[in-house]
């Protein structure tokens, strides 16, 4: 079952330059949520920071709060891996293993936890490859073929398994179809769909129909802050803010 | 439903700061070798150098005193010498590979010039003496030259192709489109614009081949006495080096370690000069 | 044409007279002398690349000319015979390729754990204000001559090997046969010693270019399943960049294959096949240094091209290999001119 995600006056910083101000929404269990707004408005580096990857980065700084259930993400003595295997994340351009077969790229998180069982690990990765819907497609290939042999639609599907074998209590990402064909995208969709039902999925998208196909809540960010955030079908409808209106209807972004 | 997956254990932490501390101690055993050789460069060798070292040549074995002048200045001949037919035949392949060449001849003078680069010096040594030494029946400047010119060139080739590439294409097409003709284009503008990159290149083969002893072994063979003389058996630093390293005396002992701090302080301040105006954005023209 | 408005010359009254006519300072088309000098220029260039396959060319045919005498005499036997003996003129190579074998197997086994660490540490770990003097550090290496490695070793390794480091390799270790016999303190030991502290920065600058080709996503794609920074590095980075840190210990293997100086003065020039490391031993690049001025007859010299010879394929053959290795990974990726 997913979780629900508090987050309270977040900042967050690229050396001097702030790239977010004072973000607070609560994020719904079960549901997707979609982030839109245009380049450069710090939808990205909202969702690196509720797993703690905008850190990652030299010179990134954050504050605030951020509770995904019961854990509080920057909380004092939270170590960054234990987020981070809590929180799956899919990124915009397709990143496998290139060196490890299908089997060994879903199961890679897994492993790396320490779990060697064989059969319990055949389970687990099946489970992922069918909840990604790329199960048929492998099945007969998965120590044979490498993650890279894949098409681009098929290993964005192969790094949702991966997120997912570790069971994750949410799922983050980040233009996950910006980079694929029209139908990888329809596909890509149909999952988050599926998977909205068992994780709370946050998805960063330039693509605003994209957001009212998929999404039941939508925020608006621009410039680093949060406009609007609401039921998609009233965003896309009858916007509050002017300025969620105008990158809309396409006055600008 | 996290709880399939068990929380960070305390042996994966474990591993990750033993992986550091290990990569620390690496780096620190191989700073240690560095460090002592350059503190018994400095211990050893300064106490050689005095004004004698500069301007005498060694002295018969048994005496006191002397110095390397005639090796210093040796091995500077033998670099002229092989810039002069290097320094030209290297700018000049390099521009060749960036200005003209296309397909297979490019590709294989590319790849020659890097199976060059590997190639151990005294095999170079050994294939110059059977061209000139052996020809000539006598050890020679010339041939130490040669030896050294043929180790520079491939360094030359491949640092003047890689400045002349990073001149923008804007400016050639500014110059054809002026209607001037490619090869003053490439002499006076291209050339030109990646002059102190080239400049660069040159002074780092300069750097790598000055203190290459091995090819000069049997050809140029080194001098105790004063000799400029271009088919005469010629001194070079760090042959004379190491003749006096395998040495039993004490008094070539001493001599040794202060050519060493010569030698090495003209290859760190040419490498360092190097280094600072490249970081001064070298390649000054091409804004 | 042009709509521009015709300028008045700087200094001269505008008369409508000299307005509109052309000064033809520049001619229209291009004269024969520069496209004469356009191809000479071009053949000039030209030549001065094909003398790079002049010379390798050059080099092998000398190599081969010189070495027809031994070659003749001896055929295969020169590499399987192991009696060195210039006296009879009976020439074997075998103790040279073992000790050049041997040494650069010493050499790779105590510098490619060290060189991988200084690697990962400057481009993983490292801060970033760190990385510019380290790796500087670490190039300072490549640039002290052989001779002056040799120099250090013969007057501070060798002393300290011998007083203290192979007595008490040999008390501890000397069961395995490796560490046993006379103490000298030149010898094989010494020799891949130095050679290891030759070769790291090779490796490691190679090894650090390779590194840095492994595109972010990767780091971030198992950053983000959970892993520990050592982990991310195992699995993201080390994996993927396999191949090219083969190449690069490979690329070491062939600087210590062809290595002279320094190798000839702590080695202890002895024409013998022993197993235990502190044994002196000769290698083929120190063979040749040592014995040429000293090669009275023919077959002699002949056989110490031989050796140039044998060294000269041996040493292209494993770069080439090296390079290909390497460019598999940093394919795309430019490479700096190394030093």
Redesign the interface.
Known sequence: ?GVDIKVERLNAWFGKNQALHEITMDILPNHATAIIGPSGCGKSTFVRCL?R?HE?H?DARAEGRVRVSDMDVYGDGV?P??????I??V?Q?P??????SIYDNVS???R????RNRKKLDV?VEKSLRSAALWDEVKDDLKKKSGASLSGGQQQRL?IA??LA????VLLMDEPASALDPISTSKIEDLIFELKANYTVVIVTHNMQQAARVAEFTAFFLLGKLIEFDKTEKIFTTPADKRTEDYITGRFG | MSEIVPALQWHRRVTDKLATAIAVACVLLVMLPLAAIFAYLVFRGIGALNLAFFTQIPRPVGETGGGMANAIVGSIVILLIGSLIGVPLGVGSGVYLSEYSRGQFGRLVRFTADVLNGVPSIVIGIAVYALLVLRQKHFSALSGGVALEIMMIPTITRSTEEMLRLVPSSIREAALGLGIPQWRSTLSITLRTAMSGIVTGVMLAFARVSGETAPLLFTAFGNQFWSTRLDQPIAALPLQIFVYAISPFEEWHRLAWGGALVLIVLIVLTSASVRWVASRGFVEGSR | MSAVQPQQPMGSAGNPETLGQRLRVVPRRSSTPSRVADVTFKALVWVCAACVLAIVGFILMQLIQGSWLSLRQFGWKFFTGSDWDPVNGNFGAVPFIYGTLLSSLVALIIAVPLSLGVAVFITEMCPRSLRGILSYLTELLAAIPSVIYGLWAIFVLIPLLRTKVEPALGSTLGWTGLFTGPIYGVGMLTAGMILAIMIIPIISSITREVLVAVPHQQREAALALGATRWEMIRMGVLRNARAGIFGAIILGLGRALGETMAVTMVIGNRAEIAKSLFAPGYTMASVIANEFSEATDDLYLSALIEIGLALFIVTIVVNVIAQFLIWTVTRGTPRRASV
């Open positions: 079952m797993n990857m990652t030299p170590a891996v234990d987020v981070r295997r809590r799956g994340m990124f351009k990143n496998p293993f290139p060196s490890m890679a998180g897994l790396l936890n320490g779990f687990i790094c991966r997120a570790v069971e994750p209590d």
